[in-house]
Each structure stands twice: as structure tokens, then as C-alpha cells.
């Protein structure tokens, strides 16, 4: 059974869509920068950040956007990550933003 409060999608024509953010960090580069001492808590203060936008965190670096976001609202996010962190840009090795146009979850076909 899929937990509706992580999927929260918009609906264009009948096709469930949403929008997401997935990114990675140099954990070498938090450990030099991250300005408290366990550079670990970085990724609480970007969950903080995202939920407070409206993303859901589904998985490791993985946030769901809710019916809300839209690919206008990933970039904003992105900035406000890139301007209240100041080492997050630095740390960042990637960052996407995804469209997801259906559901996604292949446990239910283990």
C-alpha cells in the first residue's frame, strides 16, 4: 500500500505528475565546511529547509515536492538552500530537479 502522504501529485489531464529534488554532497567538503561539529546534521537543516517548502522527504537526498510545487518552485528551493547554507553550494556534487509523471514505487512488485 503506497502512503498517500509522501505521494502528493498534481494532475494534468489525468496523469499524475510531480516534481522532485534529488541531490548529493561531498561529504569531504561538508567536513571542511559544515560549521557545527558533526557535519552529519547538515542533512536535518536541508530536511528542515524542504519540508518548511513543501517537499516531502521520501529517501536519502529525495524530496517529493506536494501538489503545491512546480518547477518553478524546485529552482526557489535550490536558491534558498544555496542562500541560507553557506556551504551547501560548495558541497553539492549534483543536484536534479525530477518530473515525475506516474507512480514510482516498485515495492509492491517485490
Known amino acids: 500500500m503506497v502512503n498517500s502522504c509522501l505521494y502528493q501529485f498534481n494532475y494534468l489531464g489525468g496523469m499524475e505528475m510531480a516534481y522532485a529534488i534529488a541531490f548529493d554532497l561531498d561529504t569531504t ?3 571542511e565546511l559544515y560549521p557545527n561539529s558533526s557535519w552529519q546534521n ?3 537543516d536541508v530536511k528542515r529547509t524542504l519540508v518548511g517548502l513543501g517537499f516531502n522527504h ?3 537526498s529525495v524530496y517529493f515536492g506536494n501538489s503545491e510545487i ?4 524546485c529552482v526557489l528551493a535550490a536558491q ?3 542562500q541560507t547554507y ?4 560548495p558541497a553539492v556534487s549534483d543536484i536534479r530537479m525530477l518530473r515525475i509523471e506516474e507512480m514510482n514505487d516498485l515495492q509492491p512488485a517485490l
Open 29 to 31: 567538503v561538508l567536513q
Open 42 to 44: 547538515a542533512y536535518g
Open 58 to 60: 521520501q529517501q536519502g
Open 70 to 73: 512546480t518547477a518553478v518552485s
Open 80 to 82: 534558498k538552500l544555496s
Open 86 to 89: 553557506a556551504w551547501f553550494k
